[in-house]
């Protein structure tokens, strides 16, 4: 049967079983829990595991504590010997670790000898908002026949982002858009498509460049160009002048 890990600071009669039948079995004896942001200061301390765990700090040098990932992950927590705390070692980026998962945790062991006893960590890391929308593309170009109804789609830009939650969530907007150009096309802030809303006239102006923001829910920003040539229809008739030869 699965065994859960108990709550903090509750002993555990959970065995994990290191070989066969007959051998020996390593006993988990606490499960801790921290929370922590992601990109943490190298040498940031998470918290004392020590006074978590009830451990005696003058005995962590002696038993040779330590911190093993789970899986051989790579190592991004380590145990100060002399005070107990547990302390990010390396770079943690919830992205690179997670990817767009809900849930980031970081399963590791704090490891004691003489006698041999285990401890579960398991550090949940929180998203921060260290991504910036990225465009599909840094420049959009499309081409638009004058005089075309309105609500023509004329192209659809597109921003993602790496972060999680209201981090990732996308709002975009013209910046600085003249009048003449805002008249003639919108853009919907939540799907990122450009629509005709005025009257589209090759005379009067033949193509329009427009800077697009994609912004984050917390701020971050990033750009893209616009740029939208129109075509001409002959929809003008020829004018005739006379002139008089008397």
């Known amino acids: 049967a699965k065994c859960t890990p108990p709550p903090f600071h509750v002993e555990s009669a959970c065995p994990r079983g290191t070989g066969g039948p007959d051998a020996p079995q390593e006993k988990?004896?606490?499960?801790?829990?921290?929370?922590?942001?992601?990109?943490?200061?190298?040498g940031s301390v998470i918290g004392n595991i020590a006074k978590d765990l009830g451990l005696n700090v003058g005995q962590l040098s002696a038993r040779k504590a330590r911190i093993d990932p789970e899986d051989d992950n790579v190592q991004l927590c380590g145990i100060n010997l002399?005070?107990?705390?547990?302390?990010?070692?390396?770079?943690?980026?919830?992205?690179?670790?997670?990817?767009?998962k809900a849930s980031c945790v970081l399963k590791q062991e704090l490891v004691l000898e003489n006698p041999l006893e285990l401890h579960l960590i398991h550090v949940t890391v929180l998203d921060a908002n260290d991504n910036v929308p990225v465009f599909s593309q840094p420049?959009?170009?499309?081409?638009?026949?004058?005089?075309?109804?309105?609500d023509t789609l004329v192209v659809t830009v597109s921003a993602s982002d790496a972060d999680e939650g209201i981090n990732s969530e996308i709002s975009y907007a013209f910046d600085h858009a003249s009048d003449d150009?805002?008249?003639?096309?919108?853009?919907?802030?939540?799907?990122?498509?450009v629509r005709?809303?005025?009257?589209?006239?090759?005379?009067?102006?033949?193509?329009?460049?427009?800077?697009?923001?994609?912004?984050?829910?917390?701020g971050l920003v990033s750009y893209s160009t616009?740029?939208?040539?129109?075509?001409?229809v002959n929809d003008n008739a020829p004018v005739i002048n006379l002139k008089s030869l008397s």
Request: aromatic share 6%; hydrophobic share 30%.
């Open 226 to 232: 616009l740029i939208v040539d129109l075509t001409d």
């Open 181 to 193: 150009h805002s008249k003639i096309v919108s853009l919907n802030p939540k799907t990122g498509e």
């Open 82 to 100: 002399n005070t107990g705390d547990l302390l990010v070692q390396e770079r943690i980026d919830r992205e690179g670790l997670c990817g767009k």
């Open 139 to 150: 420049v959009y170009k499309a081409s638009l026949p004058e005089n075309s109804p309105l």
């Open 28 to 42: 988990i004896h606490h499960y801790v829990s921290y929370s922590v942001p992601e990109e943490m200061k190298r």
């Open 196 to 218: 005709v809303t005025g009257v589209v006239d090759y005379e009067k102006m033949s193509s329009y460049e427009m800077q697009i923001s994609a912004r984050d829910g917390l």
